[in-house]
């Protein structure tokens, strides 16, 4: 198994910018990354980093480091859209490991 | 666009009963995934599939088993149902591509 840490929760307000970080370990890294799940849904792809550095993707970027076995994503411009979970998952090999997410409320 | 399509939304069985749960994705992706999801555990892989007839256990296989006999579709199977597998019941396949999710099978275990 891989060890993946990221905070339960987080609060930040509409219009605001929010960085939520993961910190892993696992052998055979092969590329990280960031799923939005919204209540009762499927998670849903946002980025992914296999290089040290930053993604940016419009409003949603993604960041890694790979000595130091660290990720965050960052959003900006929050919308109340934004209210889901968000799952860092580091794949090793063929298979994915997703942390137990962050769940983040936008508030007006 | 990826299609994965699972085939039950909810399923309510009994303990001890014999319960399939069928993935079938429509990509032509060599890799097939079920996790199971619980409130404060998050996503946790049970078993995947990198090919036709290939199984990899996952973090958690124990009381479940897999089948893949044909490239588009990943079963799997609880051979005797018991209550702590009420869960939520996900299914994932890619290529060369992020993960993508089936909606989702909510099972409830009695």
């Known amino acids: 198994g891989q060890n993946i840490d990221q905070p339960t929760e987080m609060t930040a307000t509409e219009g605001a910018i929010v960085q939520i970080n993961c910190t892993y370990q696992?052998?055979?890294?092969?590329?990280l990354f960031w799923y939005q799940q919204h209540a009762g849904e499927a998670p849903t792809f946002l980025s992914y980093?296999?290089?040290?550095g930053l993604e940016e993707k419009g409003r949603f970027s993604s960041f890694l480091s790979r000595s130091k076995g660290y990720s965050y994503l960052l959003l900006k411009e929050l919308q109340m859209k934004d209210s889901a979970s968000y799952l860092c998952a580091p794949r090793s090999g063929y298979a994915l490991n997703f942390g137990k997410g962050t769940s983040l409320l936008v508030t007006p | 666009d990826v299609k994965v399509t699972q085939s039950s939304r909810y399923l309510v069985k009994r303990t001890g009963e014999k319960v399939f749960l069928e993935c079938v994705q429509d990509m032509d992706h060599e890799n097939m995934f079920w996790y199971r999801q619980d409130p404060g555990l998050g996503l946790r892989l049970i078993y995947f599939?990198?090919?036709?007839?290939?199984?990899e256990k996952g973090d958690i296989p124990e009381g479940y088993s897999v089948s893949r006999e044909k490239k588009e579709r990943f079963s799997l199977i609880l051979e005797s149902a018991s209550t702590n597998q009420t869960s939520m019941y996900l299914c994932a396949s890619t290529g060369n591509s992020p993960l993508h999710f089936g909606n989702g099978t909510r099972l409830t275990v009695t």
């Open positions: 696992t052998s055979g890294f092969n590329g």
């Open positions: 599939s990198y090919d036709v007839k290939m199984k």
């Open positions: 980093n296999v290089l040290d």
